[in-house]
């Protein structure tokens, strides 16, 4: 059983500063993608990685994808209140295996 | 609004009783997948589906729930005498293809077992 685990479970930081969350396994996954969950809705896509050492950009999320393709880190510049929420990983084990394996979560506070 | 549209929101359901959750996907999409998130837990995968065929059941529970897609009409997931455990949030996921495309989240259907 591939797993997920993602760093820190709680975080909570002053509006304006940075922060990073960890999402690692020991398992190799062909595709990683990032979501961020809203209380009483579902997940929503935010990237999708790829390729081993890829590194994508949104606005002031920036996301990598290690070079072994088993780990992730999403980086987030100058947090706002706007950016509080659940974030989740999710891996596809391998090309071909369609189902996610999610992460555990990460509940991000930002305080004005 | 072209996103995944799920059905009914909140359910509440009695021991024993049937409860049946709908899924469309986003115009476009021929391939579902179905995901359960327990209170305090992670989602975890149950099962994917294209029209007419069961592709991976992996995750489903071996007794009491199926799924469907029909050639017409909505996904549908369904357990048959529900039992406080299956009390959960039930996410429905679709994509265009397979092959690292994404999937694209509804909103999901709260389930409650009175």
């Known amino acids: 059983t591939q797993l997920l685990e993602q760093s820190p479970q709680f975080l909570s930081i002053q509006e304006g500063e940075n922060l990073t969350v960890y999402c690692n396994s020991s398992?190799?996954?062909?595709?990683l993608q990032w979501y961020r969950q809203e209380p009483g809705e579902g997940p929503v896509l935010l990237v999708t990685?790829?390729?081993?050492?890829e590194v994508k950009k949104l606005k002031r999320l920036t996301f990598q994808f290690g070079d072994a393709r088993k780990d992730s880190s999403l980086h987030i510049t100058a947090a706002q209140p706007g950016d509080t929420g659940l974030y989740l990983c999710?891996?596809?084990?391998?090309?071909?295996?369609?189902?996610?394996?999610f992460g555990t979560g990460t509940r991000l506070t930002i305080i004005p | 609004n072209a996103g995944v549209m799920q059905n009914p929101r909140h359910l509440v359901r009695r021991r024993g009783q049937e409860a049946r959750l709908r899924c469309s996907p986003m115009k476009g999409h021929s391939h579902v997948y179905w995901y359960r998130q327990l209170p305090e837990e992670g989602l975890k995968f149950m099962v994917y589906l294209q029209k007419e065929n069961i592709i991976d059941e992996s995750g489903m529970p071996k007794e009491r729930f199926s799924a469907e897609f029909p050639k017409e009409g909505p996904s549908i997931l369904r357990i048959q005498q529900v039992v406080r455990g299956d009390s959960a949030a039930y996410f429905c996921?679709?994509?265009?293809?397979?092959?690292?495309?994404?999937?694209?989240f509804g909103d999901g259907t709260r389930l409650s077992i009175l």
């Open positions: 996921a679709s994509s265009q293809y397979t092959g690292n495309q994404p999937q694209h």
């Open positions: 999710a891996g596809r084990p391998n090309f071909g295996n369609e189902k996610l394996t």
């Open positions: 398992s190799v996954f062909s595709s």
């Open positions: 990685v790829v390729t081993g050492g």
